[in-house]
C-alpha cells in the first residue's frame, strides 16, 4: 500500500491538558502540554489521569446535581454505569467497572459538566497556537514550551512533530521523560529538544520493578546512549523522593554515580512526594496503591540537596 | 450440556475474609452428592490467565478426598489474587511497557476448553460487577457474597462479617481495658468505609461511649460535650469506637505540609488533599477523633486502628455455617439452572438473586434500625441526637 504523506502540522495526539505559566518544569516561564499514557505505573503517581492512552470519563460529585437530573441512570449511559444508594446521599454513585465504557458523547449529555472526559485529540497546529499565545512571556524569561505526560515516547511521531514546530516558531523546548520505551522512540524525539527532564526513580531493578511496574535496564541503557548521542542537549536527572521507597542517600549517590560523567547533565532535582493526587484517583475510580506513605521532611529533603549540590560544586 | 455430568470451577475475589475453606467444602460436598465434577482456579482468576504459573495449570482438582482434608478453619486452599478484573489486567506488552489489556474473551475461551459450564465466585461488592460484565457477556456464574462490612445490600449476612465482628469486640474489650489502666479515652477505628455495622454492633457489645459511622454525620463537639459529661474521678477512661469511613461536620482544616523546597511533582498536581474525594487511609479517623477531642475537653486521649488484623484468622461458628451454606446454595443454583446469580441469605431462606439487582446497594445502618434503637436504649452516643 502506498504510504500517504501527512502534513507535520496536522499530526494528532491525545493530549491531557495545556498549562500555562508553570515554573517547574525547565528554564523560565514555560507552557506545559500533558499527553496521556504511560508504559509505568509508579504506585505514588499524582497524574493517574494521564495513565491510560485513550480519554477517559471522570467525575466530579460537587458539580452533580443528583436526584434531580439523574439522567445518568437513564439509556444512553450503560445500564448499572450509575446508581443512587438508599438514604441521604443525593450524590450520583459510579459503578466504575461498567461505566468505563462512557465516552465523549456520554459526557456531553450531563447538564452540570459533573462528567467530562480527561484528554482530547488535538492536531499539532492546535497546540502550537494554544502553546504560542505566551511567546512573550518565553522571551522575557527564557521560557518555552515543555511536554509532559504521561510518556511523552508514547506519542513519538506527534511529540516530535510538536517540538519542531515549536522550534519552526522560535519556542525553546523541554520534555519531562521516564524513557521506558524503544530507543527508536526517543530517537524521533531528541533532535528536537532543548532540555530533557528525566526520571532516576529507583536504582536496583528488582525494586524498580516492584514500584514502578516494570526495571529500569533498558531505561538506564536510554539514559546512557542520550547522554552520548546527543551531546548538544541539556538533560536535568530528577527524582521523585518517596520515603521508605527510594528517599536514601544510598539512591542519591548511585544516581550522581550515573550523571556525573556526562557533562550534558547539568543538574539533578529532587521532588518530594505529596498526596495531591488522590482526590483524582476517585474521580477517575481508580485504586491509589500508595496508601499510608508520607511526605518526605525538610530536613531529610535538605540533606539529600546537600550530597547533589556538593556533588555538582555547589557548596 | 450433559446436566447430569457437570463440570463447574470456584474461585475467590480479592480480599480474604475468614471461613473461605468453609465455602469450598459446602460447594465439593454439595456438587459431589449430584455427581459433578468441581475444580478450584488459582488466585482469582490468575490461575487461568497465566497458567504457565502454577505446575497445575492454574486449577486445583477439588477431589472428595482434598476435600476431606480441608480444614474449615484454615485459610483459603486456592489463594487469591490483589483484584479479580479480567477486563484490565496489569502486564508488560512486547515492547516492554507496562498496560492494562482485556482478557475477559481468553478467560472465557479457557472456561469453554476446559470444559466448564459454570463458575461459583467467591467476591464482595466489586467483584460483583465484574461477575456481571461476564456474565452478560456469556459466563454462567453464581456469586457468593463476602463482605467484612456486611455492606451487599441483597443478603442479610455475607460470610466473613461475623468473624470481623467477633474479633473486632474481641479487641475493643481489650483496648477498654487498657484506656481504664491509663486513664484515657481510646479512640478505635474499625472496618466500614461505607456501612456502620460492624462499628455499631461491636461498640454495642462492649458498650462504648459514642460510636461513629458513616452513615451519621458527626459533629465533634457534640462528641465532646457527651464524653464530658461521662467522664468523672470515677471513671476516668473512655472508650469510642469509629469507623474507617465515619463522616465529620465543621473538622477544623488539617492541612498538609508539603515541603518548601519543590511545592508538586507536576504543575497540575495542585488540588488539595482535603477535598471530600480523599480517599480513606487506615488510622486517618481514629487520629482525627482522638485529635479533635483532645483540644475539646480535658482528657488524654490516643488512637488505635484495628485495620487489617479483622482479616485473617478462624471463622467463627456462624461464619463456618454460612459458609458451607453458601457453598451449597451455590451448587443448588446452578442445579436449578439458575445463571447470572448471587445466593443470598435471606432467613429462613437461601434466596438467588439476579446480578443485575444485586450490584450498586449498598447494605447501611439506617437511623430507624432496630440496633441504632439499642445503642440509644445503652445510652451510647451515636454523633448526634436521633
Given at each position: 500500500m502506498k504510504k500517504q504523506n501527512i502534513n507535520p502540522s496536522d499530526i494528532t495526539g491525545t493530549v491531557l491538558n495545556i498549562q500555562r505559566y508553570c515554573s517547574h518544569d525547565g528554564p523560565g516561564i514555560r507552557t506545559t502540554v500533558f499527553?496521556?499514557?504511560?508504559?509505568?505505573?509508579?504506585?505514588?503517581?499524582?497524574?493517574?489521569?494521564?495513565?491510560?492512552?485513550?480519554?477517559?470519563?471522570?467525575?466530579?460529585?460537587?458539580?452533580?446535581?443528583?436526584?434531580?437530573?439523574?439522567?445518568?441512570?437513564?439509556?444512553?449511559?450503560?445500564?448499572?454505569?450509575f446508581y443512587f444508594v438508599e438514604g441521604d446521599d443525593e450524590h450520583v454513585k459510579v459503578n466504575w467497572d461498567l461505566a468505563m465504557d462512557c465516552d465523549e458523547t456520554h459526557a456531553s449529555l450531563c447538564p452540570t459538566g459533573a462528567l467530562e472526559m480527561f484528554g482530547k485529540?488535538?492536531?499539532?497546529?492546535?497546540?502550537?497556537?494554544?502553546?504560542?499565545?505566551?511567546?512573550?512571556?518565553?522571551?522575557?524569561?527564557?521560557?518555552?514550551?515543555?511536554?509532559?505526560?504521561?510518556?511523552?515516547?508514547?506519542?513519538?511521531?506527534?511529540?516530535?512533530?510538536?517540538?519542531?514546530?515549536?522550534?519552526?516558531?522560535?519556542?525553546?523546548?523541554?520534555?519531562?521523560?521516564?524513557?521506558?520505551?524503544?530507543?527508536?522512540?526517543?530517537?524521533?524525539?531528541l533532535p528536537h529538544v532543548d532540555t530533557m527532564l528525566h526520571d532516576h526513580k529507583l536504582t536496583i531493578p528488582e525494586r524498580h520493578k516492584k514500584w514502578t511496574g516494570a526495571d529500569n535496564k533498558r531505561i538506564k541503557e536510554n539514559f546512557k546512549k542520550a547522554y552520548e548521542m546527543f551531546p548538544d542537549t541539556t538533560f536535568i536527572a530528577r527524582t521523585p523522593l518517596i520515603p521508605g521507597v527510594n528517599a536514601d542517600e544510598e539512591h542519591i549517590r548511585a544516581v550522581l554515580a550515573f550523571i556525573r560523567p556526562h557533562k550534558n547533565v547539568i543538574d539533578y532535582e529532587l521532588l518530594p512526594y505529596h498526596r495531591f493526587g488522590l482526590g483524582k484517583y476517585q474521580s477517575l475510580g481508580v485504586v491509589y496503591e500508595l496508601d499510608d506513605y508520607k511526605t518526605p521532611s525538610d530536613d531529610l529533603v535538605k540533606k539529600l540537596q546537600a550530597i547533589i549540590d556538593e556533588a555538582f560544586g555547589r557548596k | 450440556m450433559n446436566i447430569d455430568r457437570r463440570r463447574i470451577a470456584i474461585n475467590v475475589g480479592a480480599g480474604y475474609v475468614p471461613g473461605i475453606n468453609a465455602v469450598i467444602m459446602g460447594a465439593v460436598l454439595a456438587a459431589g452428592r449430584l455427581g459433578w465434577e468441581v475444580v478450584g482456579i488459582r488466585n482469582g482468576f490468575e490461575g487461568l490467565l497465566s497458567r504457565d504459573h502454577s505446575p497445575d495449570g492454574g486449577l486445583v482438582d477439588l477431589s472428595p478426598k482434598l476435600i476431606e482434608n480441608l480444614d474449615p478453619s484454615a485459610g483459603g486452599v486456592l489463594g487469591q489474587s490483589a483484584r479479580i478484573d479480567p477486563f484490565h489486567v496489569r502486564t508488560i506488552n512486547k515492547d516492554d511497557m507496562v498496560e492494562e489489556v482485556d482478557l475477559s474473551d481468553d478467560l472465557l475461551k479457557t472456561l469453554q476448553d476446559e470444559m466448564i459450564d459454570g463458575l461459583i465466585s467467591v467476591v464482595g461488592g466489586q467483584g460483583l460487577s465484574i461477575l456481571y460484565k461476564l456474565h452478560r457477556k456469556g459466563l454462567n456464574a453464581v456469586c457468593i457474597p463476602r463482605s467484612i462490612e456486611n455492606d451487599i445490600a441483597a443478603t442479610m449476612v455475607s460470610f466473613g462479617f461475623n468473624s470481623a465482628l467477633s474479633f473486632t469486640i474481641e479487641m475493643?474489650?481489650?483496648?477498654?481495658?487498657?484506656?481504664?489502666?491509663?486513664?484515657?479515652?481510646?479512640?478505635?477505628?474499625?472496618?466500614?468505609?461505607?456501612?456502620?455495622?460492624?462499628?455499631?454492633?461491636?461498640?454495642?457489645?462492649?458498650?462504648?461511649?459514642?460510636?461513629?459511622?458513616?452513615?451519621?454525620?458527626?459533629?465533634?463537639?457534640?462528641?465532646?460535650?457527651?464524653?464530658?459529661?461521662?467522664?468523672?474521678?470515677?471513671?476516668?477512661?473512655?472508650?469510642?469506637v469509629v469507623a474507617q469511613g465515619a463522616q465529620f461536620i465543621n473538622k477544623a482544616k488539617n492541612e498538609e505540609a508539603v515541603s518548601s523546597l519543590k511545592a508538586s511533582l507536576s504543575p497540575l498536581a495542585t488540588g488539595s488533599s482535603n477535598s471530600e474525594h480523599v480517599i480513606l487511609s487506615s488510622g486517618q479517623a481514629a487520629q482525627t477523633v482522638a485529635t479533635e477531642l483532645q483540644l475539646l475537653i480535658a482528657e488524654e486521649t490516643y488512637p488505635l486502628v484495628i485495620g487489617p488484623w479483622v482479616r485473617g484468622g478462624a471463622p467463627t461458628a456462624v461464619d463456618r455455617q454460612l459458609g458451607l451454606g453458601y457453598g451449597a446454595g451455590a451448587v443448588r443454583a446452578l442445579n436449578a439452572g439458575k445463571n447470572g446469580v448471587m445466593v443470598a441469605f435471606v432467613p429462613p431462606d437461601m434466596k438467588f438473586v439476579p446480578l443485575a439487582e444485586a450490584i450498586n446497594k449498598v447494605r447501611t445502618v439506617s437511623t430507624d434500625s432496630l440496633f441504632v434503637k439499642i445503642a440509644q436504649s445503652l445510652g451510647i452516643f451515636l454523633g448526634r441526637e436521633l
Open positions: 499527553l496521556k499514557g504511560c508504559s509505568l505505573r509508579c504506585k505514588w503517581c499524582s497524574n493517574p489521569e494521564s495513565i491510560r492512552m485513550k480519554p477517559e470519563l471522570s467525575y466530579d460529585p460537587k458539580k452533580c446535581t443528583g436526584r434531580k437530573c439523574g439522567l445518568c441512570l437513564k439509556s444512553p449511559f450503560p445500564e448499572g454505569a485529540t488535538m492536531t499539532v497546529n492546535e497546540v502550537l497556537d494554544e502553546v504560542e499565545k505566551d511567546s512573550s512571556f518565553y522571551r522575557n524569561t527564557g521560557g518555552g514550551m515543555t511536554i509532559s505526560g504521561g510518556e511523552v515516547m508514547l506519542q513519538p511521531d506527534f511529540a516530535a512533530a510538536l517540538l519542531k514546530g515549536a522550534h519552526d516558531r522560535g519556542i525553546n523546548t523541554a520534555v519531562e521523560t521516564a524513557c521506558n520505551v524503544p530507543w527508536a522512540n526517543i530517537e524521533k524525539v | 475493643l474489650d481489650r483496648a477498654r481495658q487498657a484506656a481504664q489502666s491509663a486513664r484515657k479515652i481510646a479512640v478505635v477505628e474499625v472496618q466500614g468505609e461505607q456501612a456502620g455495622w460492624i462499628a455499631l454492633q461491636a461498640g454495642i457489645a462492649v458498650c462504648a461511649d459514642a460510636v461513629l459511622i458513616p452513615e451519621i454525620p458527626v459533629d465533634l463537639k457534640n462528641v465532646a460535650a457527651r464524653l464530658k459529661d461521662k467522664i468523672s474521678a470515677r471513671r476516668p477512661y473512655g472508650l469510642v
